[in-house]
């Protein structure tokens, strides 16, 4: 693997890096499999780790949230199938908080030489030259990334942002609205900002109960909560 390859990471609004992968729930052919679906694909450092570990505590127990938001899961590591599968079956037997009798459904990849890795730069030697970085994609149904997290070898996610990231991106894609800090499905959303002095003009004077003002350039539209 050359410099360059470790280096090399896709952009938001690039279209995701295809591949084909060994996984625990057999090979899959990336993005075809997935046409029509949100991703969020993820990478971990190794198996057999206690933040890794929680981490896919977590996961599992928000499989079945995510699949109802059209969104499947697919984990990464450079780590073998056998390892891999050694590993998930460990999870199912430990206890941590509430999450019990767990089972990981969703494929996690074999990575053994950092196919993947590479193409989505998840390997960032600062950190580690042989482990993956804490990295999450959001990939839309097009293909398209449409948000991107890293975290470092010791520092967990964030289960609750990760949701709220799938929630946020759908709401934008369905009803064209920007979304504000901290915002959470029932909040008000944000009216994309005028392009013109006669439709800022418009926007100032519309007196509509669905939206309110602060000023010209910054409205939004009242949401159900």
Known sequence: MNEKQIYSMPLIGDKAPAFEAVTTQGNISFPKDYEGKWVILFSHPADFTPVCTTEFMTFASMA???EDLNTDLIGLSIDSLYAHIAWLRKIQELEWQDYKN??????????????????????????????AVRAVF????????????????E???NFDEIKRVILALQKNDKDGVALPADWRPGD????????????????LEDDSADKYCLDWFMCFKRENK
């Open 188 to 203: 008000d959303t944000i009216i994309p900002t005028p392009g013109s002095c006669g439709a800022a003009k418009e926007r």
């Open 155 to 157: 520092l967990g996610r």
């Open 64 to 66: 079945k949230e995510l």
């Open 102 to 131: 767990l089972e990981v459904k969703f494929p996690l990849i074999e990575d053994i030489k950092m196919d993947v890795a590479a193409k989505y730069g998840m390997i960032q030697p600062n950190q580690s030259s042989t482990q």
């Open 138 to 153: 959001f990939i839309d149904p097009k293909g398209i990334i449409r948000t991107i997290m890293y975290y470092p070898l």
